[in-house]
């Protein structure tokens, strides 16, 4: 979104649930979020998919990513 001074406002920064875990959340966007706020086990084998029950890939979370400036 463009101001008509030209500034670009972006999206909140993602902010981690209070008690989330892989366990809890129930959309790969969640758990996006989870990661990007600091949960760093919900991607703890290195593949950058966090909570694999609900992320099925990189190309996934690099798209959700991408829309909530993480």
Same mark, same amino acid.
């Given at each position: 979104?463009?101001? #008509?001074?030209? =500034?670009?406002? =972006? #999206? #909140?920064?993602?902010?981690?649930?209070?008690?989330?875990?892989?366990?809890?959340?129930?959309?790969?966007?969640?758990?996006?979020?989870?990661?990007?706020?600091?949960? =760093?086990?919900?991607?703890?084998?290195?593949?950058?998919?966090?909570? /694999?029950?609900?992320?099925?890939?990189? /190309?996934?979370?690099?798209? %959700? =990513? /991408?829309? %909530?400036?993480?």
């Amino acid at each position: 979104m463009s101001w #008509p001074s030209g =500034r670009t406002v =972006r #999206p #909140p920064k993602a902010t981690l649930v209070a008690g989330a875990t892989c366990k809890t959340v129930s959309t790969c966007k969640a758990a996006v979020k989870l990661w990007c706020s600091g949960h =760093r086990p919900a991607a703890g084998d290195g593949d950058g998919v966090p909570c /694999e029950n609900v992320c099925h890939g990189l /190309e996934q979370v690099n798209k %959700i =990513r /991408e829309k %909530i400036d993480c």
